[in-house]
């Protein structure tokens, strides 16, 4: 239940659509076909750091965020030149890789401990490709604290997102 001015703000920030709680399928169905029917760009090479990210913010578990950010991102894999990466941010409770049925080499956690030395090569290497095509950045297999995770991370993850992947699908959990 966001305000007006909550609203205003997400707009401005380059937000394209908001849907309230609870999602009635009709609103879902045109929120999803109206996103689909734009095209988006994939960075050229030497370019700016241009790719777009999607944030897919859980309200509670088991509400189907994840399977939504898997499939959203198998379907731009065929819709979009260059990399789609699925990023699971829940570090208590990810699940994209039991959905995926990926065993990665690297997850979110092995990001973070690279602190300032994360830049889009390191970044680009603990990606774990996907038959499906995506670049999948999974969640921990331990329960991790939330705290493990910093702003100053959160920026340098999407900053390096933005110049390795067209398109950036971002798992958040219910508890940010």
């Known amino acids: 239940d966001p305000t007006a001015d909550i609203v205003r703000r997400l707009f401005r920030a380059g937000v394209t659509d908001v849907l309230p709680t609870p999602v009635m399928p009709v609103e879902l169905v045109a929120a999803l076909n109206t996103a689909r029917g734009r095209k988006v760009e994939a960075p050229a090479p030497g370019?700016?750091?241009?790719?777009?990210?999607?944030?897919?913010?859980?309200t509670a578990g088991g509400v189907g965020a994840t399977t939504l950010a898997a499939n959203l991102g198998a379907a731009l894999v065929s819709m979009v030149e260059g990399k789609i990466a699925l990023v699971d941010l829940d570090i208590q409770f990810?699940?994209?890789?039991?959905?995926?049925?990926?065993?990665?080499?690297?997850?979110?956690?092995?990001?973070?401990?690279?602190?300032?030395?994360?830049?889009?090569?390191?970044?680009?290497?603990?990606?774990?490709?996907?038959?499906?095509?995506?670049?999948?950045?999974?969640?921990?297999?331990?329960?991790?604290?939330?705290?493990a995770i910093?702003?100053?991370?959160?920026?340098?993850?999407?900053?390096?997102?933005?110049?390795?992947a067209a398109v950036s699908i971002i798992e958040v959990p219910a508890a940010w």
Do not use: C, W, Y
């Open 47 to 58: 370019a700016a750091a241009t790719g777009k990210i999607v944030t897919i913010i859980k």
């Open 94 to 147: 990810g699940q994209v890789t039991t959905v995926l049925d990926l065993r990665p080499r690297m997850t979110v956690i092995d990001a973070v401990r690279a602190g300032a030395r994360l830049d889009p090569i390191l970044l680009a290497s603990t990606l774990s490709a996907h038959e499906s095509g995506l670049e999948v950045l999974a969640a921990p297999n331990e329960i991790t604290p939330l705290d």
């Open 150 to 164: 910093s702003e100053q991370f959160i920026d340098r993850l999407f900053k390096n997102l933005r110049a390795v």
